[in-house]
């Protein structure tokens, strides 16, 4: 597939989805930053796919600017060139207000680390990028296009990073190709980290409400991403795939 030895950064990629799309990457051959603001997650990552290859635990905030600076130039530093920006690390809080007690300031977090994080990852990561035809995967969410109560500001953000895609497609190509990825539920109880992992006890109607038979695994996600970053993906750009198990084309009712 053509990446042995190109290098990725993956920002959130100490736990979750981003945990699965840095060992993913590892097992092709990668180099991976990841970039992460937990110490706990990222150490304890890095240390569990040391054995995979070439792995580097940057301690990133990615909603302050001069973080994500310093993260984009570690990698650079440490590897000569970075070809892959996986924008994965986001937020979401398990108690969502109403939108009549939700704080300007809640909001505001949740859109700088959500959606500002991911344009600033990509602003600073462009210029290396360019230099080798690079990739760009955003990872969103089926909540950019269906809610529960109550989760205006992580849906809005989810929106915004499947519009910031298609924007940085048609600016950055065809020197950088830019997709999306929107997962539905995956279950990333057990790719948490040591403190806080455990397995979360799915029932079978849990799995027999999706069309596909089950929840999604973090491994789902890091499948595609394999590919969207490998040569045979060129001709694609611009797009946003949801894997979802079917569940946004399925019509519910009670």
């Not at 296009?145 to 924007?167: D, Q, R, W």
Request: charged content about 15%; hydrophobic content about 40%.
């Amino acid at each position: 597939m053509s990446l042995p030895g190109k290098v990725a950064i993956v920002t959130g990629g100490g736990q979750g989805i981003g945990k699965a799309i840095a060992k993913a990457f590892l097992e092709q051959g990668m180099n991976v930053a990841i970039a992460e603001i937990d110490p706990e997650a990222g150490t304890a990552t890095a240390a569990e796919f040391q054995p995979l290859g070439a792995i580097q635990f940057i301690q990133t905030d990615i909603s302050n600017e001069e973080s994500v600076k310093q993260a984009i130039q570690a990698t650079q530093n440490q590897w000569g060139r970075i070809d892959v920006l996986v924008n994965n690390a986001a937020i979401a809080n398990p108690e969502n207000p109403p939108i009549t007690e939700l704080s300007l300031d809640d909001w505001n977090h949740k859109l700088t680390t959500n959606l500002t994080g991911a344009f600033l990852c990509t602003k600073y990561t462009v210029p290396y990028l360019k230099q080798n035809q690079g990739i760009i995967i955003n990872i969103a969410s089926t909540r950019a296009f269906m809610s529960e109560p109550n989760t205006e500001a992580y849906a809005a953000a989810k929106g915004g990073i499947v519009a910031l895609t298609h924007a940085l497609a048609i600016s950055l190509g065809p020197d950088i190709r830019v997709n999306c990825i929107s997962p539905g539920w995956i279950d990333v109880s057990e790719w948490q980290k040591p403190s806080t992992r455990h397995q979360l006890q799915l029932t079978p109607q849990d799995h027999q409400q999706h069309p596909a038979g089950r929840v999604g695994k973090p491994e789902d996600i890091a499948a595609f991403a394999v590919y969207l970053a490998a040569s045979p993906a060129t001709f694609i750009t611009g797009a946003n795939f949801v894997i979802d198990g079917g569940m946004t084309r399925k019509m519910m009712y009670s």
